[in-house]
């Protein structure tokens, strides 16, 4: 999708809109009938690109009501729609695979290179994950922030660019995914417990394997959940 295809065009407007506080998280957006005008272009591409972000969970479209942004942080929602332009489908097979190599590398560099500060917004994304298991929510969106931030900490833009554009892929894949807390609380909050200790103890090799144990099991439980874990 080019810069000046129509549905990427709106796309873009909402996004500008939402860094300008002219729509807010959780708000609600002006129509199909509105945009349209807004853009001068047709309903039916303002529906493709509403319909678009739905799909990755960005808006809620409620029937008779109207059409709401997602609740997520301005943050996370900014990034999700930075990178769900000019995306295809991908199997998400693949997509694991290829995340766990960028997050391993990540996670290694951010032991290196990562200072006070990214220390900091790492460790208080890993107490974000663990109040939302807490209150028994989803966690996909803390969990998205936590590997964010360790990204973040590689001082290494493109890295960070490549794990960006495939996530929107990957939360979209698990949005519907029933994830059990047990196995959650079991698994998940220990293996962010131990990368996050290698990283603030700057032992990037330690940070490495935490980091690949934990896309490891991310994958038994997201694709082989009979597996022993």
Known sequence: MGKDDPVDVIIHELQRMLRAETIKPGGKIPSERMLAERLKTSRGYVRKALQKLEFYGVLEIRPQKGIYLSGMRPIALDALITNIRNFDAFAL???????????IFSARLAAERGDSEDHTRIAQA?????????????????????????????????????????????????????????LV??????????????????????????????MMQSRIRRLDPGSPT
Request: aromatic share 6%.
């Open 93 to 103: 097979e693949d997509l694991i695979e290829t995340r766990s190599y960028l997050e």
């Open 126 to 182: 890993n107490e974000d994950f663990q109040q939302a298991f807490k209150l028994k929510r989803s966690t996909l969106e803390e969990d998205h922030l936590f590997h964010l931030a360790i990204v973040k900490a590689s001082k290494n833009k493109v890295l960070e660019s490549l794990i960006t554009q495939i996530t929107p892929e990957i939360i979209a894949m698990n949005k519907n995914f029933k994830e059990d807390q047990n």
């Open 185 to 214: 609380f079991k698994s998940s909050l220990h293996e962010h417990e131990d990368v996050l200790k290698n990283i603030l103890n700057r032992n990037p090799a330690g940070a490495a394997a935490a980091m690949e144990n934990h």
